[in-house]
T-cell receptor, first 113, second 112 residues
Framework: KAGVTQTPRYLIKTRGQQVTLSCSPISGHRSVSWYQQTPGQGLQFLFEYFSETQRNKGNFPGRFSGRQFSNSRSEMNVSTLELGDSALYLC????????????FGPGTRLTVL | GENVEQHPSTLSVQEGDSAVIKCTYS??????FPWYKQELGKGPQLIID?????GEKKDQRIAVTLNKTAKHFSLHITETQPEDSAVYFCAATQRTGNQFYFGTGTSLTVIP
């Protein structure tokens, strides 16, 4: 069974731009969660989607948004990029939205210049 | 919200020795505790997990123990090998969803 895939793997953007990251969960998994990983803050939860609905949201500004499609694929968008948004963005999929085992993708490395 | 603390931040052991990483959590509502291993350039990989109705779980060289009263759980790796070198994260989650609260990570180095 294929794992979680994330595209692109690397991105370089400049301040003020926006970016869209994509995540395809494991086949059959319907829950997708997004995390931001930085050396200073560690792994921080952004939001979770299940059946195209946002079920949970972390403590991030409204510039961070996401959505999920009917095939469970998910995208996250960051608008008006800031230098501090440079991070590894990880997507995790699970079968359900209640304490399912979460399996992470390789991440998208975003660098904001 | 939940607060997960993880110690130590770095750990070096000789090949064949055991390694222990400890985490504490603050919210008694948390009832699922996974451990992840992250190698350089890769996403975290689930290596073992434990639910609050279980005190200990073992999978070959890896074991996890949970003390609900004290709100702490630990990862034990026996007979360490160089390929065990990585960053290990503990996490805790509550009943309301899949929002995981992660510890700050432990960089484990196994010296051949």
């Amino acid at each position: 069974k294929a794992g979680v895939t994330q595209t692109p793997r690397y991105l370089i953007k400049t301040r003020g731009q926006q970016v869209t990251l994509s995540c395809s969960p494991i086949s059959g998994h319907r829950s997708v969660s997004w995390y931001q990983q930085t050396p200073g803050q560690g792994l921080q939860f952004l939001f979770e989607y299940f059946s195209e609905t946002q079920r949970n949201k972390g403590n991030f500004p409204g510039r961070f948004s996401g959505r999920q499609f009917s095939n469970s694929r998910s995208e996250m968008n960051v608008s008006t990029l800031e230098l501090g948004d440079s991070a590894l963005y990880l997507c995790a999929s699970s079968f359900t939205f209640r304490q399912g085992e979460q399996f992470f993708g390789p991440g998208t490395r975003l660098t904001v210049l | 919200g939940e607060n997960v603390e993880q110690h130590p931040s770095t750990l070096s052991v000789q090949e064949g020795d055991s390694a222990v990483i400890k985490c504490t959590y603050s919210d008694s509502a948390s009832n699922y505790f996974p451990w992840y291993k992250q190698e350089l350039g890769k996403g975290p990989q689930l290596i073992i997990d434990i639910r609050s109705n279980v005190g200990e779980k073992k999978d070959q060289r890896i074991a996890v123990t949970l003390n609900k009263t004290a709100k702490h759980f630990s990862l034990h790796i026996t007979e360490t090998q160089p390929e065990d070198s990585a960053v290990y994260f503990c996490a805790a989650t509550q009943r309301t969803g899949n929002q995981f609260y992660f510890g700050t990570g432990t960089s484990l180095t196994v010296i051949p």
